[in-house]
């Protein structure tokens, strides 16, 4: 049995890929001799033959329904161009027919089921370049190269979300300025500003993104010296040391003593980071003297190296604050949350993240209403200008009547 139409409109056809398969190819793409992409459908199967749904795509467009960006019925329903009905009979000889459907047209039970997603891994990015490509250019540019993988469980595009990426890049530089001050002053200064001549030489530039998951490509902002060596150099063979995860408990803890208190909380916070992700990481460093080296990251792996990391690295003060409070914003989706406490004069605001104990009833609970909560404040240190500054989070809330909301 044939899969495509033969001698019709559409030309001579080839599958590309199938997406669906219950008997054979239900939903899959195709190619023409002209390279136009069409998206079939198996519509229905009748006595005398079958019904497809053949759609005109575009590759861009392709790509987001493989992925799941658009669903496929929302694909049927608002397609870019026409929409060909194409009927393949069963009895040899009889010939393929193609005609022009408008989406108003279909009938309901050709339709995919509402909400019915794809979900394949799809490169949107151009292909990351290979190892021994970072390596050349690292020694062709005299600088020393960083990469960044971020294997994101709920995106099967080569996208991520742009906070989140923001966070994880802020706080790859906060590092690589924390590790750099470390490693040039014998006893670095635990708060302030670091100094320019220091930022300076570990700044980081984005030189491109890249698909293999989610890819970050950056680049020292200054080359390496004749010999191959900078505080870059440094600062890059000290965090490609840190990450790994075979070091003994001791030996973490020595090499953490000796970056100091500011480096290493910096160290811990990227860490953290890494976890927020919910995939797993990558971090990849090549330079004119240094073969390209990595160090791969699974998501299991660092929520223990960052148990590990809260051991040795605790934050600085932390204090439990008991109140009758009124909530005046929560954000479900980012779990953060406002608490107002009107019995002091002025009322004094507290904003932070709500803890996971506390979500089940902090999901429920409503704005302007008051309640009994618990909230810790964790005193750290703001590492980009080092000054001390409190985190609070949420542990428990319940509403003022005695019911757990």
């Known amino acids: 049995m044939n899969w495509v139409p033969e001698k019709t409109i559409l030309g001579d056809l080839k599958i590309l890929e199938t997406y669906v398969f219950y008997d054979g190819p239900r939903v899959f793409s195709c190619i023409s001799l002209t390279d136009q992409i069409y998206l079939a459908l198996w519509a229905a199967e009748g006595a005398d033959g079958d019904d497809w749904l053949y759609l005109p795509i575009s590759k861009s467009r392709l790509e987001m329904v493989r992925s799941g960006g658009i669903a496929l019925r929302a694909a049927v329903e608002w397609p870019e161009g026409f929409t060909f009905r194409v009927f393949l009979p069963h009895r040899p000889g009889s010939l393929d027919s193609v005609e022009p459907i408008s989406s108003s047209e279909i009938p309901e039970e050709w339709l995919p089921e509402e909400g019915y997603c794809l979900d394949l891994a799809t490169h949107t990015l151009p292909l990351a370049d290979p190892e021994s490509v970072i390596e050349t250019k690292a020694r062709q540019e005299s600088r020393t190269r960083l990469r960044l993988r971020v294997k994101l469980p709920k995106f099967s595009r080569s996208e991520a979300p742009a906070r989140a990426i923001g966070a994880l890049l802020l706080q790859t530089q906060a590092v690589y300025d924390n590790l750099g001050y470390a490693l040039r002053e014998i006893t670095p200064s635990q708060r302030g500003k670091i100094p320019a001549d220091v930022t300076g030489q570990t700044a980081i530039s984005m030189v491109g993104a890249s698909a293999a998951s989610f890819m970050l490509e950056m680049a020292s902002n200054e080359l390496d010296d004749l010999l191959g060596e ?145 909230i810790v404040g964790t005193t750290v240190i703001d590492e980009t200008v080092g000054e001390r500054r409190t985190k609070y989070r949420l542990m428990q809330i319940s509403h003022i009547s005695g019911e757990v909301r």
Do not use: C
Not at 251 to 278: D, M, N, Q, W, Y
Not at 317 to 345: A, H, P, W
């Open 230 to 374: 900078s505080l870059f150099v440094q600062v890059t063979e000290k965090l490609i040391e840190l990450l790994d995860m075979n070091l003994e408990y001791s030996e973490l803890a020595s090499k953490l003593a000796e970056i100091k208190p500011r480096a290493a909380k910096s160290f811990r916070l990227l860490v953290e980071k890494f976890v927020e992700t919910g995939g797993d990481v990558t971090v990849a460093a090549a330079g004119a003297h240094i073969p390209y080296s990595k160090r791969e990251l699974t998501s299991e792996k660092l929520h223990e190296f960052a148990k590990t990391l809260n051991r040795l690295v605790p934050e600085d003060q932390s204090i439990e604050i008991r109140r009758r409070m009124v909530l005046y914003k929560i954000d479900t989706e980012r779990r953060t949350f406002g608490f107002r406490d009107e019995s002091s004069n002025p009322a004094d605001d507290y904003e932070g993240k709500i803890d996971d104990l506390a979500w089940p009833q902090a999901s429920h609970a409503t704005v302007q209403e008051h309640y009994d909560v618990l």
